[in-house]
Each structure stands twice: as C-alpha cells, then as structure tokens.
C-alpha cells in the first residue's frame, strides 16, 4: 500500500496524472480514512501501469476505458488491439507514401 505521492513517483508520474484517471473513471480513488491518507494498492499500480502503455501505443483515453471494461473477456480485448495496429500500420503506410519524392501535392504518381 502506498499514499498517491509514493505510488506516482513508484510509477515515474506526476500525482496529478492520478488524479486525472480518477476523474475520468479509469481508476477508483480509494476511500480516505479519518486517520491520514489514501492508500493504493496493487491493483491500482496495475492499472495506471496499463493505462499508461496502452497511452503509449496510442490508444485514446475512451478505448482504454472500454479496454479495461472488458479485461475478463481476453477475446475482445485481443480485437481491438488488433484493429488499433492495423490503423498504426494504415498509418505508418500513408506517412511512407508521403515522403517519396513522387508525392505531388494531395495525389500520388
């Protein structure tokens, strides 16, 4: 268990970064005690962790919340990992036709 500054420097990231997620609903703020702080746990160090690698490959902020809302279905998830590389790849494509010396204007020769 850690408080949010521990766990954001455990994870490299600002606590406001935290916060964020919390407000989007991507993680759920736990409860405070009378006592002190909030204090997160594992499952919430695993799931910034994956929110953050999947921000890194470029997924949106609302497909990693339907990805998280669906990580007991491994199929699905699967799927749509499978659909955002073949965009990346579509991507990657395009940006290689663009830097030919070919490309004139919007249109290809």
Request: glycine residues 6%.
């Amino acid at each position: 268990m850690r408080t949010i500054g521990k766990l954001a420097k455990y994870l490299d990231i600002c606590v406001e970064t935290i916060r964020f997620y919390e407000r989007q609903g991507l993680i759920e703020q736990p409860p405070k005690p009378e006592s002190g702080y909030r204090m997160y746990g594992e499952t919430h160090a695993s799931q910034l962790k994956f929110i953050l690698k999947a921000k890194a490959l470029g997924f949106t902020l609302k497909e990693i919340e339907s990805l998280m809302s669906l990580s007991s279905n491994c199929a699905e998830v699967e799927s749509l990992g499978l659909q955002k590389l073949q965009l990346i790849r579509d991507k990657i494509s395009d940006l290689k036709r663009l830097n030919r010396p070919e490309f004139i204007g919007d249109q290809f020769v």
